[in-house]
């Protein structure tokens, strides 16, 4: 009997231990196959993960995700790392003195010329947007409001409000004149900013064009009557590009302006160099105005040669003005000649068709390690405005009292340039008048002056 019962019990022992190890199989056969779906699950899961990073990489308007990049270089920028937008900020303040002798010709003064704030936003890499305000008169306005198709380098496409490119000193920003301000020659252009479409570039080396539909009158047109537009077009070449002079600027240009001014269409004043005596302004219905309607060509010619650290640059500029009852013919040209005496190469600021920012070879610093970069330079300048007479018509570019119709001008400036967005200038600016000029009841047929400014830009 007590066999019997060892046998039963160790049957039944023998019995559980199979079921207990037939049920753990069942079980780790189960585990497996979780283990295998949760592997797949997470291979899908990092497939669908790689596919997203893709496609967020492959679109060219996001960030890939990377920090925001801050750096300064000529301006204040913030980009995206993989290119695909751009910020750049940028600013000037020149701050101006002046001294004039007659003190009938200007009142002596502190003043600021520019005082000026923007940015320009650039996304997809192709597209740029740019919008810059100037406030240092009693009210803000709008200098630059435009956009750019910028995807070939030949072929540029530019809308909004802009600066067309009439010729060198045009051309050329007020950041980086040879001297304080342009010469007369630009004064008989009339304002400087447009409104309208612009396609420019370079199609070939050394080569530069610009051409232009814009309203003529450097704002919105109004007048409902008034449907015709200005055609302009620039084209400038380097010669020393062309034959490989590193050193050397070989720059030719010139540039046409043609379109019709409709009713009280302006005719430019002329101020002296020195930002002093209006030398130059008519009278009739509306002062400064022909009172007719008026078809306008203007043209120029420009040259620049340097080598090494000289320049020699001139331009020769010519308007007409054509309406029912007259002809009228004003032209103005310069020549100057200027030196880095610090030994920079003025090829190095040359790029399509214009000069621009100098970088000195040693930046100015206060313990005496580095002074900078020196230039300077002289300038001789002459206006004709004979067909503007006193006796012509009132609103036909009739001479008002007390102006001239001739002037000539020598300019002595000097540039210390104390590293690439910090400058101090001074100019001696000397104006002789063919006929006497009035103002305040006193006759005078010259006008001396010393300027200054001081400059930051960025």
Do not use: C
């Amino acid at each position: 009997m007590k066999r019997t019962v060892k046998l039963s019990l160790g049957t039944l022992l023998l019995i559980m231990s199979g079921v207990v190890q037939a049920e753990d199989g069942d079980r780790i056969a189960q585990l497996q196959k979780m283990l295998e779906q949760q592997q797949q699950q997470m291979q899908a899961m990092a497939e669908e993960l790689k596919a997203l990073q893709k496609a967020r990489t492959d679109d060219k308007g996001k960030s890939n995700g990377t920090p925001v990049l801050a750096s300064f270089k000529d301006g204040v920028k913030f980009e995206d790392g993989s290119g695909n937008w751009q910020l750049a900020i940028n600013g000037r303040v020149q701050f101006d003195g002046r001294a004039f002798d007659p003190d009938q010709a200007a009142a002596d003064t502190w003043s600021v010329r520019r005082a000026r704030l923007g940015g320009t936003m650039t996304l997809y890499k192709d597209y740029s947007a740019r919008v810059e305000g100037e406030y240092s008169g009693s009210s803000t306005s709008l200098t630059y409001a435009y956009f750019d198709i910028n995807k070939f380098k030949a072929a540029k496409l530019r809308l909004g409000q802009f600066k067309p490119f009439y010729g060198l000193e045009r051309a050329t920003s007020t950041n980086f004149l040879d001297f304080q301000e342009r010469s007369m020659a630009d004064a008989i252009l009339g304002g400087s900013y447009d409104r309208g479409l612009m396609l420019h570039g370079s199609p070939s080396k050394g080569v530069y064009y610009s051409t232009a539909w814009i309203n003529g009158n450097n704002s919105d047109e109004s007048d409902v009557e008034y449907d015709n537009k200005d055609l302009m077009a620039r084209v400038t070449g380097n010669v020393a590009e062309w034959a490989g002079w590193k050193d050397s600027v070989v720059h030719v240009g010139g540039f046409y302006a043609k379109g019709r001014q409709e009713g009280n269409s302006a005719v430019p004043v002329l101020q002296t160099e020195a930002r002093g005596y209006k030398f130059f302004e008519t009278s009739g219905g509306t002062a400064n105005k022909f009172t007719d309607n008026v078809d306008r060509d203007r043209g120029g010619v420009e040259l620049a040669l340097s080598h090494g650290p000289v320049k020699l640059q001139g331009e020769y500029i010519r308007a007409e003005f054509e309406g029912k009852d007259f002809d009228r013919d004003m032209s103005a040209w310069y020549a100057s000649l200027n030196w880095l005496v610090t030994g920079e190469t003025f090829a190095g600021t040359y790029k399509d068709g214009v000069f621009g920012r100098l970088r000195p070879k040693q930046n100015f610093r206060f313990d005496g390690d580095g002074w900078g970069a020196l230039q300077v330079g002289l300038r001789y300048s002459s206006f004709d405005g004979d067909d503007f007479l006193a006796s012509n018509a009132a609103g036909t570019g009739q001479l008002a009292a007390g102006k001239t119709n001739d002037a000539h001008a020598w300019t002595l400036g000097a540039n210390w340039i104390l590293n690439p967005n910090v400058r101090v200038i001074a100019n001696y600016v000397h104006t002789r008048f063919d006929t006497d000029v009035n103002n305040n009841g006193k006759d005078f047929d010259d006008e001396d002056a010393l300027t200054m400014r001081a400059q930051l830009d960025f």
